[in-house]
């Protein structure tokens, strides 16, 4: 089984920055999409971002596009989120996924296999 770890999490001020970190450990997989989901209470799990393998192919959810950068280090298996201009709305659980893919990167939760703990990001005013 895969193994995820999240980092990076914590208090941050509104119109302030944070990076996310996820690193994956276990049985990997060559061809796989990673992925940076968020849940607050009440809430669906919400998509952020993913990308592929090769790192070339990102895709972006609306509520981050502009303000957010998701990168890769393959050899590190870790994968970053980078997050601008926080705000209240960004206070979530913050969760890493992997899934091996074929064609389109995967955007919602139920198509991906492994999940991290999350770690917890809270923005204050």
């Known amino acids: 089984q895969v193994q995820l770890v999240e980092s990076g999490g914590g208090l941050v001020q509104a119109g302030g920055s944070l990076r996310l970190s996820c690193v994956a450990s276990g049985r990997i997989f060559s061809n796989y999409a990673m992925a940076w989901f968020r849940q607050a209470p009440g809430k669906e799990r919400e998509f952020l971002a993913v990308i592929g393998w090769s790192g070339a192919n990102t895709y972006y959810g609306d509520s981050v596009k502009g303000r957010s950068t998701i990168s890769r280090d393959s050899a590190k298996n870790l994968v970053n989120l980078q997050m601008n201009s926080l705000n209240a709305e960004d206070t979530a659980n913050y969760y890493c996924?992997?899934?091996?893919?074929?064609?389109?990167?995967?955007?919602?939760?139920?198509?991906?296999?492994?999940w991290g703990q999350g770690t917890r990001v809270t923005v204050s005013s």
């Open positions: 996924g992997a899934q091996p893919f074929l064609g389109v990167l995967p955007t919602r939760p139920s198509q991906y296999t492994y």
